[in-house]
Each structure stands twice: as C-alpha cells, then as structure tokens.
C-alpha cells in the first residue's frame, strides 16, 4: 500500500513545472526498482499471511523459505540503489525513496527471519 501511495505521489509531481527534477529522479528510481522483485514481494507477503491465518502447513514453509531465500540478495541490492541515489537528498523525491526504503527493510528483517528459521536450512 505504502508503494502504491508512493506511486500516485510521484505521478502527481511529474504534472507540476517544479516536477522537472522530480521526474528525472522518478526515471533513475524506476530503472532501480526491479518488477520481479516486487512481484516476489508481494508473493512472500501472500505466503506469509496465508501461514499466519491458516497454520504452518510444511508445504506453506518450504514455499516461505524457497522465497525468502530469492529475496532476500535482491531486496539488498535495491536497498543498496535506493540509498545511493543522488535523488535521496531530492525535496520532493526523498521522502518517498524513505518509504520505498523502509518497506524494503522491513520485507528484508522478514526474509531473513524466515531463511534463518530451521526449516529452511
């Protein structure tokens, strides 16, 4: 939900006259942020709620650790862009880059949680 918010902010800035840098800064970060990544994202968070609800079948946790496994290095790698971008310093950039950032994080400290679990070993 964060993105998608993030999302809408940032087309909303590419209509301003003032959104000339904003959209620069919206191109370098849409080259960084990886489709398949999210779309495995999203599918790690599915499994993991669909273990919170309906129990820790070992077909549920093995699909969790398989995912976490795959995302965790690449959530680092964007984490790692994100925060190298001149666009973090951005006004009207940096405060959406902080959330994109701080859902990566938390989506990593889950990842890892999980791939440290000993079923995934």
């Known amino acids: 939900m964060v ?5 809408v902010a940032l087309a909303g800035w590419l209509v301003t006259p003032q959104g000339a840098h904003a959209a620069d800064c919206a ?3 849409g080259k960084l942020m990886s489709k398949d990544t ?4 999203t599918r790690y968070q599915r499994v993991t709620k669909q273990i919170q609800q309906s129990g820790a ?3 549920l946790l093995q699909e969790d650790c398989r995912i976490a496994r795959q995302l965790g290095p690449r959530l680092e790698d964007q984490l790692a862009a994100l925060k190298q971008s001149g666009c973090v310093k951005d006004k009207q950039m940096g405060s959406m880059i902080a959330d994109i950032v701080r859902g990566h994080e938390d989506d990593l400290a889950l990842a890892r949680k999980s791939s440290s679990r000993s079923e995934c070993r």
């Open 57 to 59: 079948s070992p077909k």
């Open 38 to 41: 999210e779309k495995l994202t």
């Open 27 to 29: 191109e370098e970060i």
């Open 3 to 7: 993105r998608l918010a993030c999302c």
